[in-house]
Nanobody, 113 residues
């Protein structure tokens, strides 16, 4: 049974940083593309960042230069480092395998002063 557990969300001021983590179990982690999505209130879920190998990453235009996705295959963990946060980054952030084969339950990020 595949499980994805996100952590690291919270309340942060504009301009601040957070690091999200997602621990995966029940799959051969290193073989899979891993993704971070987010969903703001009243909005559709959107793809934020994708990673396969360490040199294979992609980002939504809205987060390029501010967010960094990385993974530690030894720990079955994918990370999302979020810097220079803006109020419009407020959303529930979800970890996913392969663009949505499996989903975590999400972690809430709120950017507000």
């Amino acid at each position: 049974q595949v499980q994805l557990v996100e952590s690291g969300g919270g309340l942060v001021q504009p301009g601040g940083s957070l690091r999200l983590s997602c621990v995966a179990s029940g799959l051969t982690f290193r073989n899979y593309e891993m993704d971070w999505f987010r969903q703001a209130p009243g909005e559709e879920r959107e793809l934020v960042a994708t990673i396969f190998g360490p040199e294979s990453t992609r980002y939504a235009d809205s987060v390029k230069g501010r967010f960094t996705i990385s993974r530690d295959n030894a720990k079955n963990t994918v990370y999302l480092q979020m810097n220079s946060l803006k109020p419009e980054d407020t959303a529930v952030y979800y970890c996913a395998v392969g663009r949505g084969y499996y989903w975590g339950k999400g972690t809430l990020v709120t950017v507000s002063s």
